[in-house]
């Protein structure tokens, strides 16, 4: 453990775990899931939410003090290796030829357009967007995985789940999808 946690954790309400930027464009670096839910075994680090709750259960915090962190904004890779659709393959920290890569600016105009195609990893409960031409690669939250998360946090007993931040949500869709996924009245 890096902190006391065990033994401040009693002085407070909640934790916020912000489950987000487990894997970080830099030059030289690989590419990977920034908000998995669960490790994916290519992943060495094994970083994921999933890791961060475990680690925060076995230091002795209760998991109704625990609040899961949802990414509404992406991490951009490029010049990226082509095999496997991007994923975990040698990339470097760049610019996106869409721009920012908040949900506000992902949603409407660059899933599944402009030669982004959407992926989905089945063990990390998390999607991706790959463009070939452009070998970029692109680690986001969407309504799926946001809801996968939020049964998690539901399934674990958590005291809910946060997220970074309001501003980057497109059409309160992912906001729609907490709501959704908690069982909760549309917006």
Same mark, same amino acid.
């Given at each position: 453990?890096?902190?006391?946690?065990?033994?401040? @954790?009693?002085?407070?309400?909640?934790?916020?775990?912000?489950?987000?930027?487990?894997?970080?464009? *830099?030059?030289?670096?690989?590419?990977? @899931?920034?908000?998995?839910?669960?490790?994916? &075994?290519?992943?060495?680090?094994?970083?994921? /939410?999933?890791?961060?709750?475990?680690? @925060?259960?076995?230091?002795?915090? &209760?998991? @109704?003090?625990?609040?899961? #962190?949802?990414?509404?904004?992406? *991490?951009?890779?490029?010049?990226?290796?082509?095999?496997?659709? #991007?994923?975990? +393959?040698?990339?470097?920290? #760049?610019?996106?030829s869409?721009? *920012? /890569? %908040?949900?506000?600016?992902?949603? &409407? %105009?660059?899933?599944?357009?402009?030669?982004?195609?959407?992926?989905?990893?089945?063990?990390?409960?998390?999607?991706?967007?790959?463009? &070939?031409?452009?070998?970029?690669?692109?680690?986001?939250?969407?309504?799926?995985?946001?809801?996968?998360?939020?049964?998690?946090? *539901?399934?674990?007993?958590?005291?809910?789940?946060?997220?970074?931040?309001?501003?980057?949500d497109?059409q309160?869709?992912?906001?729609? /999808?907490i709501?959704?996924?908690?069982?909760? +009245?549309?917006?």
């Amino acid at each position: 453990a890096k902190s006391d946690i065990q033994n401040w @954790h009693p002085y407070l309400d909640f934790l916020n775990i912000m489950a987000y930027d487990f894997n970080f464009p *830099r030059e030289g670096g690989v590419t990977g @899931h920034h908000t998995a839910l669960y490790s994916h &075994p290519e992943d060495t680090s094994g970083q994921s /939410a999933d890791a961060a709750v475990k680690n @925060h259960l076995a230091q002795g915090v &209760p998991p @109704h003090k625990l609040v899961l #962190g949802l990414a509404f904004y992406g *991490r951009v890779w490029t010049e990226v290796g082509a095999d496997n659709a #991007g994923f975990r +393959q040698p990339g470097n920290a #760049g610019e996106a030829s869409f721009g *920012r /890569a %908040s949900y506000t600016n992902l949603s &409407p %105009s660059v899933i599944d357009q402009q030669g982004f195609v959407r992926h989905w990893d089945n063990v990390a409960q998390a999607p991706w967007l790959w463009n &070939p031409q452009e070998r970029t690669f692109v680690s986001y939250d969407d309504p799926q995985s946001i809801t996968a998360k939020v049964h998690y946090a *539901r399934d674990k007993g958590l005291a809910g789940v946060m997220f970074w931040q309001y501003t980057s949500d497109y059409q309160h869709e992912l906001l729609k /999808a907490i709501n959704a996924a908690a069982g909760r +009245q549309p917006l």
